[in-house]
């Protein structure tokens, strides 16, 4: 009923930087946190950064002051803008939404995953 769409991973040179977006479509009413986690190949998912409806975000210590995340909530789209990108970055990006439906009802999404991977 509800969709998260990411796009914009790809393979970047260490130093470089990447723009992901997350879609979320569906039966929306409203969507309370959102969050971007990785997981590495061999490593378990963990969390790079959320942000509340308000705008209140928190980051990974790995990634503070390199990665910003956003929303534009009348578009239901959330981003991650990936600066100063390292090899270490490298992992699929998943992104993940906390939705309140029609009913009123809430439920947890994820996305299918992009792709990142930084090159040395």
């Known amino acids: 009923q509800v969709q998260l769409v990411e796009s914009g991973g790809g393979l970047v040179q260490a130093g470089g930087s990447l723009r992901l977006s997350c879609a979320a479509s569906?039966?929306?009413?409203?969507?309370?946190?959102m969050a971007w986690y990785r997981q590495a190949p061999g490593k378990q998912r963990q969390l790079v950064t959320a942000?509340?409806?308000?705008?209140?975000?928190n980051y990974a210590d790995s990634v503070k002051g390199r990665f910003t995340i956003s929303r534009d909530n009348a578009k239901n789209t959330m981003y991650l803008q990936m600066n100063s990108l390292k090899p270490e970055d490298t992992a699929v990006y998943y992104c993940?939404?906390?939705?309140?439906?029609?009913?009123?009802?809430?439920?947890?999404?994820w996305g299918q995953g992009t792709q990142v991977t930084v090159s040395s």
């Open positions: 569906g039966r929306i009413f409203s969507i309370n946190a």
């Open positions: 942000i509340t409806s308000g705008g209140s975000t």
């Open positions: 993940n939404a906390d939705v309140i439906d029609y009913s009123g009802s809430r439920y947890n999404y």
